[in-house]
Antibody
Framework: QVQLVESGGGVVQPGRSLRLSCAAS????????MHWVRQAPGKGLEWVAL????????HYADSVKGRFTISRDNSNNTLYLQMNSLRTEDTAFYYC???????????????????WGQGALVTVSS | QSALTQPASVSGSLGQSITISCTGS?????????VSWYQQHPGKAPKLMIY???NRPSGVSNRFSGSKSGNTASLTISGLQAEDEADYYC???????????FGAGTKLTVL
């Protein structure tokens, strides 16, 4: 079955960097756009970033633009989130999520997440 | 502050029906048909329950239904069951700089 497993979370000081990984299995990873969505402890969901199935289109939330970079390795079925210049407000569970629509290049897709990982906790604290 | 407004909590008795509202603007809920709903149990990942305002993914009970009127979308759960107790989040495409916006979530208590 479809499975997404995040790794790389931990405690980091403000201003430092961290890279999250998401290992995908159970579906043809290279056919689907992928997202990162975060959730501060006890708070709601916040969409963070999107990468298209072929990796040549990326989109970021304003709150992370210029600091975070989403990427993917379709040969190894892995999604990444490079997080630089971390702030205390970036503390959250980070979920990788699969887009519902295959081969999406924009338009009426990229808006739904039909499979989620278990989440990786990132704590930014001095 | 979330872009979409949901009630903080709703409750209903076993077997009854409840409706959760989600109010946005013409830039999101009111302007597009790209509204979805997610269910999240404590300590678990969210689960897609409704997409395109009223469509259910395969495997989701037909007790869950969605609708939209103007800038407000709604999720209705009929025949409430104990396992429906969870947090529910609405989401929409946004024509602003953020691709997808969420509501703050609604905690459903089944009495």
């Amino acid at each position: 079955q479809v499975q997404l497993v995040e790794s790389g979370g931990g405690v980091v000081q403000p201003g430092r960097s961290l890279r999250l990984s998401c290992a995908a299995s159970g579906f043809t990873f290279s056919n689907y756009g992928m997202h990162w969505v975060r959730q501060a402890p006890g708070k709601g969901l916040e969409w963070v970033a999107l990468i298209s199935y072929h990796g040549n289109y990326k989109h970021y939330a304003d709150s992370v633009k210029g600091r975070f970079t989403i990427s993917r390795d379709n040969s190894n079925n892995t999604l990444y989130l490079q997080m630089n210049s971390l702030r205390t407000e970036d503390t959250a569970f980070y979920y990788c999520a699969k887009d519902r629509t295959p081969y999406c290049s924009g338009g009426s897709c990229w808006y739904y997440f039909d499979c989620w990982g278990q989440g990786a906790l990132v704590t930014v604290s001095s | 502050q979330s872009a979409l407004t949901q009630p903080a909590s709703v409750s209903g008795s076993l077997g009854q029906s409840i409706t959760i509202s989600c109010t946005g603007s013409r830039s999101d809920v009111g302007g597009y048909h790209y509204v979805s709903w997610y269910q999240q149990h404590p300590g678990k990942a969210p689960k897609l329950m409704i997409y395109d305002v009223s469509n259910r993914p395969s495997g989701v009970s037909n007790r869950f239904s969605g609708s939209k009127s103007g800038n407000t979308a709604s999720l209705t759960i009929s025949g409430l069951q104990a396992e429906d107790e969870a947090d529910y989040y609405c989401s929409s495409f946004s024509s602003g700089s953020t691709l997808v916006v969420f509501g703050a979530g609604t905690k459903l208590t089944v009495l």
